[in-house]
């Protein structure tokens, strides 16, 4: 047995994306049991205070996604009790997870990201929906993506290639947030690049190549078997891949994030990187991306688990 001690997975909670938090932390559960250590999943309750203060853990491996799993909330929580978790602290993340943000931010640290426009649902409506629209595509073009400012798992997003799709796209996205994020299309490679800090830096691992039947890496791409194509190593020049890692930790570090982070880019025809987000708590599935990249680097899933947790519990 490990002498981190006893530690808690916590997942679950009550966002769009509990599914695939209880999936992601059964997964490092039974990762970290492979390792030896005494683990326990929990789900986010109204027990959990009273749990922390009377049976406090050595670390916490939080693994909640979405809002109250990646908007700091939770962790914040953490801080108060002063239990040590893994990951991005309370503040880093509620900038982390305001794409538009998080997209200023990277911007100035020097990396690429699309053109955007953001809109609230109130100011869409009383000023006049089909104006905007129209003001929307003058200014970025088409095609265009719509997504929720605030929100993972690319739940309410979609891709518009047409005028007439971009009413109910917008529909879709304010019915996960009141925010949407309109940014350009970019063609390319889509990659995504996990990084990871055990206590020696942060550096990139694999890059994954992400390619799904669908065309669009949406919820359902996401999060079922067979609906998408990885490849990792990504298909791509030495130069190119150099490129992805080197944007990724810029993010990581632009952001101030730690010990793990998931930075979802595109590779466009002329080999340059566009960031379009970063993740905090990234997904842990079966069909997740930082395994793929775990497992290319040639770590075991469940040695990197223990070693960010010892790297929390050291802080």
Partial sequence: MSDLGRVLVLAGGLSHERDVSLRSGR???EALRSVGIEVEL?????TLVERLQSDRPSAVFPVLHGVTGEDGALRQVLDLYDVPYVGADAEACRTAFDKPVASTLVTSAGLRTPPSVVLGHDTFRELGATTLMEAVIARIGLPLVVKPARGGSALGASIVRSTSELPSAMVNCFAYGPVALIERYIEGTEVAVTVVDTGDGPHALPAVEIRPDSGFYDYEARYTAGATQFVVPARLEESVAAACASAAITAHQALKLRDLSRSDLVVDADGVPWF????VAPGMTETSLVPLAAEAAGLELGVLCRDL??????R
């Fill in 42 to 46: 929990r789900d986010v309750d109204s």
């Fill in 309 to 314: 947790l010892a790297a929390a519990a050291a």
């Fill in 27 to 29: 997964r490092v559960t």
């Fill in 276 to 279: 379009l987000e970063v993740n």
